[in-house]
């Protein structure tokens, strides 16, 4: 069975840092774009940051860049989601999700792109 489990989630004040990490069991992601997107309540889920395959090209939200990084480490089978100068607004429950493509990169934002996805971690930041 494919799973992908999140972890790292937790509740931090204003301006603190979370590092989320995604590591998939039952086959190996290092060929597949992997994102993370996030749902906050009464909220569409929406998209944060993907990373190619290869690790070679990234694409992030206006709203997360300069202060979020995604990485991934193919050899372990974990994606990052590295958060800092985190705000309130940025508290969501966050999905890690892969897409097994080929595909334009250009719709790794959109959620309908990915065919697997995990069951969440909630990221709650206080001010």
């Known amino acids: 069975q494919v799973q992908l489990v999140e972890s790292g989630g937790g509740l931090v004040q204003a301006g603190g840092s979370l590092r989320l990490s995604c590591a998939a069991s039952g086959r190996t992601f290092s060929s597949y774009a992997m994102g993370w997107f996030r749902q906050a309540p009464g909220k569409e889920r929406e998209f944060v940051a993907a990373?190619?395959?290869?690790?070679?090209?990234?694409l992030y939200a206006d709203s997360v860049k300069g202060r979020f990084t995604i990485s991934r480490d193919n050899a372990k089978n974990p994606v990052y989601l590295q958060m800092n100068s985190l705000k309130p607004e940025d508290t969501a429950v966050y999905y890690c999700a892969a897409d097994r493509g080929p595909g334009r990169s250009s719709l790794l934002v959109l959620a309908s792109t990915y065919d697997y996805w995990g069951q969440g971690t909630q990221v709650t930041v206080s001010s």
């Open positions: 990373i190619s395959w290869s690790g070679g090209s990234t």
